[in-house]
Nanobody, 120 residues
Framework: QVQLVESGGGLVQAGGSLRLSCAAS????????MGWYRQPPGKQRELVAD???????NYADSVEGRFTISANKAKNTVYLQMNSLKPEDTAVYYC??????????????WGQGIRVTVSS
């Protein structure tokens, strides 16, 4: 099994910054990509950003230029630096990882979610 543990959420004022971290552990052979999704109150889950094992990144238009995703491959950890936060960034943020486990089966794992609240 693969587990993802997120940290770094909380309450911040508009214009502030937060850094989310997500560490993957368990029976991992390789990770193809890791990413962050979010689910605002009353809305569907949406992609925020993701990063491949080769370092390619992809961002939602709403966070482009404000958020930065990065990864430490040796630690199977992904980060999301969030700057210039807006109230509309308020959501539960979920980490996601896609890869292959120790016996070669593909996995897609999700973290438990971490709350980010941006006050106006």
């Amino acid at each position: 099994q693969v587990q993802l543990v997120e940290s770094g959420g909380g309450l911040v004022q508009a214009g502030g910054s937060l850094r989310l971290s997500c560490a993957a552990s368990g029976s991992i052979s390789s990770i193809n990509s890791m990413g962050w999704y979010r689910q605002p109150p009353g809305k569907q889950r949406e992609l925020v950003a993701d990063i491949t094992s080769g370092g390619s990144t992809n961002y939602a238009d709403s966070v482009e230029g404000r958020f930065t995703i990065s990864a430490n491959k040796a630690k199977n950890t992904v980060y999301l630096q969030m700057n210039s936060l807006k109230p509309e960034d308020t959501a539960v943020y979920y980490c996601n990882a896609d890869g292959r486990d120790a016996v070669g089966y593909r996995f897609a794992a999700w973290g438990q979610g971490i709350r980010v609240t941006v006050s106006s």
